[in-house]
């Protein structure tokens, strides 16, 4: 006898953390040229800004949040350390995050990046998907 | 013969990642109201607000960001489903995320929540800490 499995219940957002190691400090440093490589890297992942929202820290140090339409792109830059966290949230199916994740590598020029973890968020059980 | 373990990396960040399921649909497609609790969660947890930037979608659904000089607060709302993500990211040890997550969840009046992560952020080795 075969049993039906349930039948998946659905993610109303999906979630991605990055570590950038090894990162240009001058880049991590400059709160304009990381909202440039932020926005980029939405924009180039399909994204749809809203608004975007980068401060630069005394001594050093940038944070930063690019707002889009499907959730948000979250950074938070040690240049002492060449380190950046990086956040991506989405909603929907649209956002290409290799694209992403390789424009930010690739502009903050990390020599080492580890994706710590993936996660569905909002487990809606499928009937009451509307 | 005891082996001394090699010293723990110190993290540069604390991240926690909160699901809130059953809260009220009307405070969590209000983003008036969104933003004065998560400013109010925010600041009672000790953190000290830059900015705070929230949006509404339509037909519904809210997302929020409130960039601290530790990190930030991010919420992504779907009303339809009473459903809520949150993340807080912080620095430094000064930040009571239990604080801000009992505020959070009693004023989006949150029947349910799930802490499903909860991650350091940036493992420097221990001799490069400065």
């Known amino acids: 006898m075969l049993i039906s499995p349930a039948p998946a219940p659905h993610?109303?957002?999906h979630?991605?953390?990055?570590?950038?190691?090894?990162?240009?400090?001058?880049?991590?440093?400059d709160p304009v040229r990381m909202e440039q490589i932020f926005l980029n890297a939405a924009r180039?992942?399909?994204?749809?800004v809203?608004?975007?929202?980068?401060?630069?820290?005394q001594p050093q140090g940038v944070s930063g949040i690019v707002v889009i339409a499907e959730s948000h792109f979250a950074v938070h830059a040690?240049?002492?350390?060449g380190?950046?966290?990086?956040?991506i949230f989405t909603c929907g199916k649209t956002i290409d995050f290799q694209t992403a994740e390789e424009t930010m590598r690739r502009e903050m020029?990390?020599?080492?990046h580890v994706v710590i973890g993936e996660f569905d968020r909002g487990?809606?059980?499928?009937?009451?998907?509307?």
């Not at 040690?78 to 350390?81: A, T």
């Not at 380190?83 to 956040?87: E, G, K, N, R």
């Not at 020029?109 to 080492?112: C, E, L, N, Q, V």
């Open 109 to 112: 020029a990390s020599k080492r």
């Open 83 to 87: 380190y950046a966290a990086v956040d």
């Open 78 to 81: 040690w240049p002492e350390y």
């Open 15 to 29: 979630q991605m953390m990055i570590e950038y190691y090894g990162c240009d400090a001058d880049i991590l440093n």
């Open 123 to 130: 487990l809606i059980p499928p009937e009451t998907v509307e």
């Open 44 to 48: 180039t992942s399909g994204a749809h």
């Open 11 to 13: 993610a109303l957002g």
């Open 50 to 57: 809203i608004s975007s929202h980068f401060h630069r820290f």
